[in-house]
Every structure is written in C-alpha cells, then in structure tokens.
C-alpha cells in the first residue's frame, strides 16, 4: 500500500486543520492506520490510531480531546481533524498503515511498515 498525507500548512494558535491520508494499491479497509508527528529537532511521536473496524480509537494524552481521527474505506482515506492548536503541535505529521485483526491498534511506530511522506503543520503563536 502507498499512502500520501495531505492538508498541512500554516494556521494561527486555536485555529483547525484537517490531514488527509489517500491510500493506493490496496485498500485502506485492511489495515489499521495510525497518525504520528515529528516536532522540529525531535524524535517521531505517536498521535492518533483507528482500528480497521473504526470502531477503535488511541490518542496520545497531548492530543486527546482536540484531534479526532477517522477513516472512510469507501474513499480510501484516513483523517485527523485537529481543533484547538498549539503552537507545540508544530510538526511533520505521517500516515502509517498495519495489517491486523477488526480489533487491532497501535501506538508504537516500530508496528508499522508502511509510511506516508509526511505533511507540514506550523502554528503560529
């Protein structure tokens, strides 16, 4: 599967953004997807996953209740909508697909073997 992230861009403190994650040359419906960023000068860090049920859904703690994620399989495509930013959201931000079970999740970026080439989210404060 490949996987192209979408929607990043410049946005001013409290303000929204919604990335896009399209998957190609399979279906999104077999994996589990996950979103995860990578602040200036720092290491990759996990922000939000959805099981390939949706019906399952991890954020991180500095994320929870401001992003939500979602997925349309009929369309291919994962979402994170991100409300409320803070400058400290400042990052790359990357889609990331596994393979697993209706159930499965993850918050680790050692499970997952295919990435997307990352979208630039600044916010400015």
């Known amino acids: 599967v490949q996987l192209q992230a979408s929607g990043g861009g410049l946005v001013q403190a409290g303000g929204s953004l919604r990335l896009s994650c399209a998957a190609s040359g399979r279906a999104s419906s077999n994996y589990a997807m996950g979103w995860f960023r990578q602040p200036p000068g720092k290491e990759r860090e996990f922000v939000a996953a959805?099981?390939?049920?949706?019906?399952?859904?991890n954020y991180s703690n500095s994320v929870k209740g401001r992003f939500t994620i979602s997925r349309d399989d009929a369309e291919n495509t994962i979402y994170l909508q991100m409300n409320g930013l803070k400058s400290e959201d400042t990052a790359v931000y990357y889609c990331?697909?596994?393979?697993?079970?209706?159930?499965?999740?993850?918050?680790?970026?050692?499970?997952?073997?295919?990435w997307g080439q990352g979208t630039l989210v600044t916010v400015s404060s």
């Open positions: 990331a697909a596994v393979p697993g079970s209706w159930v499965y999740i993850s918050s680790a970026l050692r499970n997952y073997p295919y």
């Open positions: 959805i099981s390939k049920s949706a019906g399952i859904t």
